[in-house]
């Protein structure tokens, strides 16, 4: 299908978009990479009067490190943070996380900051955001804010955004060298959103484990934090931990929802494999080493 | 609705038009610029048959609007071929390996492989594989394509075709 008839602009700084947006009142749909959008408008389940390009936006491109913290422009290109040395460095968690997210044509267009927006409960960078603590700014013509990723997804698709507010930046604070990251992701095909995914980071210090951030994806109707299972984990010996004990713990915190792909079910009785698994082979990985 | 007097190039000629906003593209390369070989499959981004390469990158043409290609560079399955007619190394692949049937697929398979082989860095086997992922494909089975991907990737196949 074609889109529905829309005006078009592309402004050049976030102040200009922030007041576009603030005059639309709600009518208009914000361009990023257009891998989501573009479908919507397509099948005109998207009917936006006007679209509001940010891809000439300079402000809101590239990333940045600064004061043990990383700030990631929103339209930056997921290809572009494939490639990137100082997130491999830093922030690999997020490189492989993005790694999955659509195909190498789709990621060519797709931003960072597009799919952090988006709040698709199955995503995989909405849940990175979640299990690393990363702080959202936005911005609107009324002013700025800092959002928390954990408090940022409300439902699916449903976010803290309001409708006159961008997204201006997403930052995550440094881990230490040599953390460990886990990720894994089921899936019916490369490319497809995730049955069950699980994304995160730890650090061992001493043989302890002293830092931990866990979440879910397509678990429920946002990112879920693994708070149970974190709390289970956090200043224990690495040789003390029962990875089975702790899936038990981390599917506590789901509401995985039946759906054509998978049941509930499914969901929770792979979810628990896999977060055991993915923290058995973590952790002996940081062993050997 | 707005209407945007546009410029880029495709497959080294320059072409303008005026657009309406809500224009893909995708149907500005087809319905304007009269590259047929674009074709439009699913028309939201699952089945890849709409690739085209963009300033060095391979997108779905469908999910882009023709305005923001304003002064780009575009490469269509019509700008592969030698002038002469000689088949690009991507093509001949396709062509030796049996990596197409019906051939609605094929535009935006080339485009893929393209793109990735045209780039500094040569790509791997997985690399090419996994970027295969992006397109839909009813006839061959894909193994025809797999061939034609691994061998642009530098694998010898032997003469037994499996």
Excluded at chain 1, 139 to 163: D, H, K, Q, W
Excluded at chain 1, 238 to 264: K, L, M, Y
Aim: aromatic residues 4%; hydrophobic residues 40%.
């Amino acid at each position: 299908m074609k889109p529905a008839p829309f005006d078009y602009v592309a402004p050049a700084t976030v102040a200009e978009a922030c007041a576009m947006l603030a005059e639309a009142g709600g009518g208009a749909a914000v361009l990023a990479g257009g891998q989501t959008l573009m479908p919507l408008l397509n099948l005109r389940m998207s009917q936006p009067f006007i679209v509001i390009d940010l891809n000439k936006i300079a402000e809101l491109k590239g990333i940045t490190r600064t004061n043990g913290a990383i700030r990631i422009g929103p339209m930056t290109r997921q290809c572009e943070a494939l490639s990137d040395e100082m997130l491999a460095r830093h922030l690999p968690v997020l490189v492989q996380a993005v790694s999955h997210v659509g195909h190498h044509q789709t990621r060519n267009r797709g931003t960072i900051g597009g799919s952090i927006a988006l709040g698709e409960p199955a995503a995989e960078l909405p849940a990175t955001a979640v299990a690393l603590s990363a702080t959202i700014e936005l911005r609107s013509t009324r002013g700025a804010r800092n959002v928390p990723a954990g408090e940022f997804y409300l439902g699916p698709y449903m976010t803290a955004l309001e409708p006159d507010e961008l997204v201006t930046g997403i930052t995550f604070s440094d881990w230490p060298g040599g953390h460990i990251t886990l990720f894994r992701e089921v899936a019916q095909r490369p490319g497809d959103f995730a049955l069950v995914g699980l994304v995160g980071s730890l650090a061992v210090v001493g043989g302890k484990i002293a830092r931990v951030g866990l979440a879910w994806f397509g678990m429920g109707p946002t990112p879920i934090r693994a708070k149970a299972a974190e709390q289970m984990l956090l200043g224990h010996a690495v040789g003390e931990i029962d990875p089975s004990a702790a899936a038990e713990r981390a599917i506590s915190d789901t509401a995985p929802f039946d759906d054509h792909h998978a049941s509930a079910e499914y969901r929770r009785t792979v979810g628990k494999r896999i977060f055991a698994r993915t923290l058995r082979e973590a952790l002996d990985i940081r062993e050997a080493a | 609705m707005s209407k945007h007097e546009i410029t880029m190039t495709i497959n080294g000629r320059r072409h303008g038009g005026d657009v309406e906003a809500r224009v893909s593209l995708a149907d500005f390369l087809r319905d304007d610029a009269g590259y047929t070989g674009v074709h439009l499959g699913c028309e939201h981004g699952v089945c890849g048959a709409c690739t085209v390469i963009v300033d060095g990158k391979a997108v779905r043409s469908c999910l882009m609007l023709a305005v923001q290609a304003e002064g780009s560079e575009v490469r269509t399955a019509e700008g592969l071929a030698a002038p002469d007619g000689a088949l690009h190394p991507v093509q001949q692949a396709m062509l030796d390996e049996h990596a197409l049937q019906c051939g609605f697929c094929t535009p935006g398979v080339v485009m893929t492989l393209a793109a990735l082989t045209s780039d500094k860095k040569k790509p791997t086997e997985d690399e090419l594989l996994a970027a295969m992922s992006g397109h839909v494909c009813r006839c061959t089975g894909y193994q025809g394509i797999r061939r034609a991907a691994k061998r642009l990737a530098g694998v010898e196949l032997g003469g037994k075709k499996s």
